[in-house]
């Protein structure tokens, strides 16, 4: 059973500090990894996908990674600002799903970026 | 990018009482829908998953007659809560899956609170 987890749970840094977010997952065995956002009381926006044939994928200050032997992906985020400050979610889709979509989701790591 | 809409964003109803919440893709075709619940800082955890034109599959553990969901075209599902109590307050999260792409694109949330 796939199982996903974010390391750490909560995050507190200044403004201007590059940082990583971290997720492992137990079955190497996926199909894709995304990354998402999600600001209290909302639902999520999707960030970076990375295919399992990927090792990473950029937009704008973020930087998604992926080590499938690991089971591990990080999430690398420059300059953060106030704005970043959220909940970012890792989520799996397996290849043994790849037909149903079926993502499995990391508990979520809350970023505070303190002007 | 692909907008996936949810209504109501918010409900509050009586206990014993059904509630129905629909979840639209507005620019594309979703094959395929997911419903799922999310507790106060908490992740997402899938309840079911909705092919257009047929029965929807639903995740161990979930009640299959409390939790109707219905997928009757390519742009619209509808889970209906039976029976609400309180238990069953959570923020309820919808995601849609195109033909072509594996990304899953997902909607605001509904926030349902039974008194």
């Known amino acids: 059973k796939q199982e996903v987890t974010q390391i750490p749970a909560a995050l507190s840094v200044p403004e201007g500090e590059n940082l990583v977010l971290n997720c492992s997952f137990t079955?190497?065995?996926?199909?894709?990894l995304q990354w998402f956002r999600q600001d209290p009381g909302k639902g999520l926006t999707s960030l970076l996908l990375i295919q399992s044939s990927q090792r990473e994928q950029t937009s704008g200050r973020l930087n998604a990674s992926l080590d499938k032997s690991s089971g591990r992906s990080t999430l690398y985020i420059a300059a953060s600002q106030p704005g970043d400050s959220a909940t970012y979610l890792c989520a799996v889709h397996s290849s043994y799903s790849s037909n149903t979509g079926k993502l499995i989701f990391g508990q979520g790591t809350t970023l505070q970026v303190k002007p | 990018g692909a907008v996936v809409s949810q209504h109501p964003s918010w409900v509050i109803c009586k206990s014993g009482t059904s509630v129905k919440i629909e979840c639209r893709s507005l620019?594309?075709?979703?094959?395929?829908m997911f419903w799922y619940r999310q507790f106060p800082k908490q992740s997402l955890m899938l309840m079911a998953t909705s092919n257009e034109g047929s029965k929807a599959t639903y995740e161990q553990g979930v009640e299959k007659d409390k939790f109707l969901i219905n997928h009757a075209s390519l742009t619209l599902s509808t889970l209906t809560v039976t029976s609400a109590h309180p238990e069953d307050s959570s923020f309820y999260i919808c995601?849609?899956?195109?033909?072509?792409?594996?990304?899953?694109?997902f909607g605001p949330g509904t926030r349902l609170t039974v008194t």
């Open positions: 620019d594309f075709q979703a094959t395929t």
């Open positions: 079955d190497s065995a996926i199909y894709n």
């Open positions: 995601s849609a899956r195109g033909v072509g792409p594996h990304e899953q694109y």
